[in-house]
């Protein structure tokens, strides 16, 4: 564990990029009801920064007048605000209950031992997240797989294999 | 253009009612064919933006200049997405589902073309509306 | 322009083209013209009836009259009697073989009678992104009518008497909702539109909202009038970005065209809607919750009273109705609350709207009358179980619901009738189970999710639901013991007696209700009975490899072309290997 110190320091050299953030503070300032629009406001810095590390959580709340606490309150409550840095593909399983009687959780189980993480984390290529979500509302597709916003239906669990492979070839013909 | 009575919304309503008499009643004052595909999540997931990408080459391929795409919701159909409905002036609408981008091709090259039906694919419309 | 006053419509289906119906539509055509009635009558062919047993079939319209096993032969007869002098051949009209009675209306057909749609009555039909599509099918007509001809009271009193209940889950009456709200003083006033669709195994909503936005957003305004609030809101999940841009396209289109906005149809009256996201919390589906989470708050449940009809959104009046309540508002105001309480049961009017889903034929949304039977949407509309399996159970009401089982399959549904077989009507999932499904797992899944989706806030279901869970865990990983099921029914009664909402109070049902109807399976896990496991038959296996690699836990073993072997100490029983092999070679316990 870091002390106390060493993370303020960190907090304050941390930059974040300027940019955006000068887009997330005009989106702020022309709220207006600020109070009630954290969620709203959360929802925008997001889809900025693709996360909500720490210290964005504490300049959304120094902007808003509210305690820093009372923002990561709010973030660790919501299952779709994100406080972890994400992959480049995020692969989001299926977890609604058509699915799960149609076997999503071996396919869980199988995705997680060959990503090698757990719900929720990056692998450490940085290439995947994983992350089990409820009912997309693809019960006819069942079991439902998505890589960002492509849909895999009828997924079995030997197909996991081939379709990461095909991420991580794209990669590799990008890297070279 | 805001509208401030019934009698103003009802003229609107007639004048709309000729894009909707063809689905509902196979009747069509332009001779249009309309194809409307169920475009809603579900749908998409399923493949219906290919679905309609396809439709769209196979209708400029045949050069068919009568023919209109809408996108509609979805119709609860989810173990047959896509699904399209067909509808030709003079002739009741037809339904299909699991309509993949070949199907899509087979309802402009038989359905259209030659008024052939693609019978594995028909669906029944089992309800009816209030 | 055609000025055709009769349509006759002749099945085009493969069936009854096979059964010469293009003769059929050849003969009526060569008949009309030859009477010069070819402008009047107009003859269609028409995508398949579904009645294949009974073809060719023949409709005529308007008259909705139903002929069928119609000849070539007969169909001078039906130019001569029924287009020309209107009388019906009684020998053609369709025979109901359970009464004997001839039906001529096919709405009346036993195939077609199952469902029906209101509340989705213009998803697939009309293109959800051009508002004159939805004004062409009677689209703020209801709005003009109740603004130009009712009072609020009367509107408050249409949606009372037609008996309509909220569709969310709770099934309270709309219209005592709304009064409520109308009575509570203040001028300012909300109505929010509930879009937080949270049971995992639901989508109806989001349907309503990707197909016929319209009938919601003048829902709105309807509501909004009979309560006095001008300010509407819809809260809806993140999860749901083409839900959320078909909003704001139908929003965009009726302030242009005024149904929103100031002064609609010049009564003076102003209304306007606003979106708010929800960002993924189950709990947010409870009003109290719903509010926290508009306010910018964490989503937690507040104790009622106060109700929000008193002090909701910013302590003012509001009144939360669900997305599949607000679609039923505008059919009934232009068809009369008479209309609506004709249809469904003595104590829950109209229809209602399943997800159906799981181990069906015919995965999809299916809206019925309310006293419809279980077995009636699962075999008949759902086409019943795939491959041959049996039936097992069926869960409704989502992770709040129980299981229903084949003993209560004939019971018609309502809001009551649900409760009293130990479920709920929820907000409409339907989740079938064939012999396959572990029961247990199933509670344990939803306990899962409960568990996970608990806000915390009161200590029964933040901590009940947890070691509920816990010791479901302990159950399938065969280390539980007995006293573990008699511990599993108290916590569950207990939790359900004091949690503070209605997430922690129904949280148990799916434990309770699966140990009510399976309680042999959860003995056998509290016996640490090992569940049995596949075998593989050594005649029959030619060593193809296909089980060996979708096993997840790799307890097949065997070379290629030789028989293989399941290694039982390790088997999961997940019957993955049963599914794949082409050669039957697997053997079931």
């Not at chain 3, 036993?110 to 939805?134: S, T």
Request: aromatic residues 6%; hydrophobic residues 35%; contains cysteine.
């Amino acid at each position: 564990m870091k002390n106390a110190k060493d993370r303020l320091v960190e907090l304050n050299t941390e930059l974040l990029d300027q940019e955006k953030l000068s887009v997330l503070e005009g989106y702020i300032e022309g709220l207006e009801d600020k109070a009630g629009s954290l969620i709203h406001v959360l929802h925008k810095a997001q889809g900025l920064f693709g996360y909500l590390p720490e210290n964005l959580q504490l300049h959304v709340a120094r902007k808003m007048d509210l305690p820093a606490a009372k923002v990561n309150g709010v973030v660790s409550f919501y299952s779709f605000f994100t406080q972890e840095p994400r992959g480049k593909h995020t692969i989001s399983l299926c977890m609604g209950t058509a699915c799960f009687v149609k076997g999503a959780d071996k396919i869980f189980k199988t995705l997680k031992d060959q990503l090698g993480v757990e719900n929720n984390k990056m692998t450490e290529d940085g290439l995947f997240t994983l992350k089990d979500i409820r009912c997309v509302g693809a019960c006819g597709l069942a079991p439902v797989m998505l890589v960002d916003d492509k849909v895999y239906g009828h997924v079995k669990a030997e197909d996991i294999q081939r379709i990461l492979q095909k991420y991580r070839d794209e990669e590799d013909s990008n890297g070279h | 253009m805001a509208i401030k009575s019934l009698e103003e919304l009802k003229k609107i309503r007639e004048a709309s009612k000729k894009k909707v008499d063809l689905r509902e009643k196979g009747e069509s004052t332009e001779g249009m064919t309309e194809i409307l595909i169920g475009m809603a999540t579900c749908g998409i997931a399923a493949g219906a933006r290919e679905t309609m990408k396809a439709l769209y080459e196979a209708i400029d391929e045949a050069g068919l200049d009568n023919v209109r795409i809408i996108q509609v919701g979805c119709m609860g159909y989810c173990h047959s997405e896509p699904t399209v409905q067909v509808s030709q002036p003079s002739k009741a609408p037809v339904l299909y589902g699991k309509v993949d981008e070949q199907i899509a091709r087979e309802i402009i090259t038989k359905h259209i073309l030659k008024d052939e039906f693609i019978d594995d694919h028909l669906l029944n419309k089992t309800f009816v509306k209030a | 322009m055609s000025n055709f006053t009769r349509q006759v419509m002749v099945c085009g289906g493969t069936g009854c083209i096979a059964s010469e119906s293009d003769v059929i539509i050849d003969r009526f055509r060569e008949g009309l013209a030859s009477l010069g009635l070819e402008g009047e009558v107009q003859v269609l062919k028409t995508g398949c009836f579904g009645f294949c047993g009974q073809g060719p079939i023949v409709k005529i319209h308007p008259d909705n009259v139903f002929y069928v096993k119609v000849t070539p032969a007969d169909v001078s007869e039906i130019i001569q009697e029924h287009l020309i002098k209107g009388r019906r051949i009684e020998r053609l009209l369709f025979t109901d073989p359970k009464t004997q009675i001839r039906l001529e209306k096919h709405e009346k057909m036993e195939f077609y009678q199952k469902q029906y749609r209101i509340a989705l009555r213009n998803c697939g039909f009309i293109n959800p992104e051009d508002i004159e599509e939805y004004i062409a099918f009677n689209g703020y007509e209801a709005l003009g009518i109740v603004l130009s001809e009712k009072t609020p009271q009367e509107v408050v009193q249409i949606v009372k008497d037609s008996g309509l209940r909220g569709r969310g889950g709770g099934g309270f009456s709309t219209g005592l909702k709304w009064e409520l709200a109308a009575k509570s003083p203040g001028n300012e006033k909300y109505i929010i539109c509930n879009a937080d669709e949270g049971d995992p195994g639901a989508f109806m909503d989001r349907s309503i909202l990707e197909g016929d936005p319209h009938s919601v957003l003048e829902a709105m305004a309807i509501g909004g009038y009979a309560m006095g609030a001008n300010h509407g809101m819809i809260y809806i999940r993140a999860e749901y970005p083409l839900a959320i841009e078909r909003l704001n396209i139908a929003m965009k289109q009726a302030r242009e065209m005024g149904f929103i906005g100031k002064d609609i149809f010049g009564s003076g009256f102003d209304f306007d809607i606003e979106i708010k996201l929800g960002a993924g919390a189950f709990v947010c589906g409870e009003e109290t919750a719903l509010i926290h989470s508009m306010e910018g708050q964490r989503g937690e449940p507040t104790k009622k009273p106060p109700f929000p009809a008193e002090q909701g959104y910013k302590g003012k009046p509001t009144s939360v109705n669900n997305v599949e309540t607000l679609a039923n508002i505008c059919p009934i105001i232009l068809k009369g609350p008479e209309w609506f309480g004709s249809i469904g049961t003595a104590t829950s009017k109209g229809t209602k709207v399943f997800a159906l889903a799981g181990k069906v034929n015919n995965v999809g949304l299916v809206e019925v009358p309310m006293g419809t039977t279980l077995r009636e949407i699962i075999f008949e509309i759902g086409g019943g179980i795939p491959d041959g399996k049996a039936f097992k159970a069926v869960q409704t009401g989502g992770p709040s619901g129980g299981v229903i089982t084949q003993a209560d399959l004939d019971t018609p549904i309502d809001y009551e009738s649900l409760k009293s077989i130990g479920s709920m009507m929820g907000s409409g999932g339907m989740i079938v189970m064939d012999e396959d499904d572990d029961m247990v797992e199933i509670a344990k899944f939803y306990l899962d999710f409960t568990q996970d989706e608990s806000c915390g806030k009161c200590t029964p279901c933040r901590i009940g639901t947890k070691r509920m869970f816990e010791i479901l865990e302990r159950l399938t990983n065969l280390e539980g013991d007995p006293e573990d099921l008699e511990k599993l029914q108290d916590l569950g009664r207990m939790i359900k007696d004091s949690a503070l909402c209605g997430l922690g109070q129904t949280a148990p049902n799916p434990v309770l209700s699966t140990m009510k109807y399976f309680p042999e399976e959860y003995e056998a896990y509290a016996r640490r009975e090992k569940k049995t496991t596949y075998a593989i038959d050594s005649e029959k296996c030619i060593g193809c490899t296909a089980c060996v690699r979708v096993c997840p836990v790799n307890c097949i073993t065997g070379s290629v072309k030789e028989p293989h072997v399941i290694d039982e100490t390790v088997c999961i029983a997940c019957g993955a290997c049963y599914d794949v092999c082409r050669f039957d070679a697997v053997v079931k316990p």
